[in-house]
């Protein structure tokens, strides 16, 4: 089956860093696009981040300079490296993969298919 597996979240102080890491495995691993996306209580989804598989990156304009988001295609893992943490990063953190080049639309939720199970990430003030 296909599986991704979220892991590195935590507590940290604003200012902080925490990586994120997204473990992929099962059937087409190889996805065309994968992302990160973020959900605080209260909150629509937000797309964070988003990587595919010509190597095109983008990002959100709340993490634009502090996240970078990397993919190991060997160990097939996603990873998010979260530098100058800030409260409001506080969030459930998903991991999303898609089989096709989604381009500008990579942080529309809906057009992913598989999805990870979420970590928490809490950043104090």
């Known amino acids: 089956p296909v599986q991704l597996v979220e892991s590195g979240g935590g507590s940290v102080q604003g200012g902080g860093s925490l990586r994120l890491s997204c473990a992929a495995s099962?059937?087409?691993?190889?996805?065309?696009?994968m992302a990160w996306f973020r959900q605080a209580p209260g909150k629509e989804r937000e797309g964070v981040a988003a990587v595919d598989s010509a190597g095109w990156i983008s990002y959100a304009d709340s993490v634009n300079g502090r996240f970078t988001i990397s993919r190991d295609r060997d160990k097939r893992t996603l990873y998010l490296q979260m530098n100058s943490l800030k409260p409001e990063d506080t969030a459930m953190y998903y991991c999303a993969a898609e089989n096709t080049i989604l381009g500008d639309s990579w942080s529309n939720g809906y057009k992913y298919t598989y999805w990870g199970q979420g970590t928490q990430v809490t950043v104090s003030s």
């Open positions: 099962g059937y087409a691993i190889n996805y065309k696009c």
